[in-house]
């Protein structure tokens, strides 16, 4: 078996400029993705998917692979997370190197743990799912969620729930957004297909980073819990 990590880092970060490679409590946030794939001892290869040569650079220096530039198309707003997958599998292909596995994990993902890459991968094969990744209960539930109309009245979403008491509804889970571990033999077009299985995290175990808030959030978590 031979197993690829695919970190996908664009320069073209809006929200967060240069996000990808941003100092992050002392070194750029892309590093700490390649240290846990590199660090698990799960991977044949590390390597970064960009379309920019100061984030090629610096993932170079801290120990992964970039074998090509990015693709002008799976560069842009519009390009999903399997179109950029699904391109690197495919250039691997070109040049004889076939991996078994591959797991996508993302670039701002700090709190990523090995233990938990592990612990994906072996679902992954004990299961034979097609991908496996983390999941994080809704902090509220979301049965009890609320919509506001043109005329800004409230409304409960589901209003037979109204009355049930928060312990008898069902959980429901969120994706963790960390990475996605992924049986590269099937032809998968989608990350959450109908045979895909999850691990469970807590809350204190994700955040997503979207704006200089959710940063910081992610700064005191790392400071507490790793």
Known sequence: MKNLAIIPARGGSKRIPRKNIKDFLGKPIIAY?????????????????????????????YGASVPYIRSAENS????????????????????????NYSCCIYPTAPLIQQHHLKEGFKMLCDKKFDTVFPVVPFGYPIWRGL??????????????????????????????????????????ETIF????????????EVQDIDNLSDWKMAEIKYKLYK
């Open 193 to 204: 297909t109908e045979n895909s299985g999850s691990i469970i995290l807590s809350e204190e």
């Open 33 to 61: 993705s390649i240290e846990a794939s590199m660090n698990s001892g799960l991977f044949d290869e590390v390597m970064v998917s960009t379309d920019d040569e100061e984030i090629k650079e610096i993932s170079i220096k």
């Open 76 to 99: 842009n707003d519009y390009a999903s997370t399997i179109d950029v997958i699904k391109e690197v599998i495919l250039s691997y292909k070109k040049i004889g190197k076939i991996f």
């Open 147 to 188: 919509e506001i109309d043109k005329n800004n009245k409230t409304k409960i979403i589901w209003s037979e729930f109204l009355n049930s008491r928060s312990q008898d509804l069902k959980k429901v889970y969120h994706d963790a957004g960390q990475w996605y571990w992924i049986n590269s033999s099937k032809n998968i």
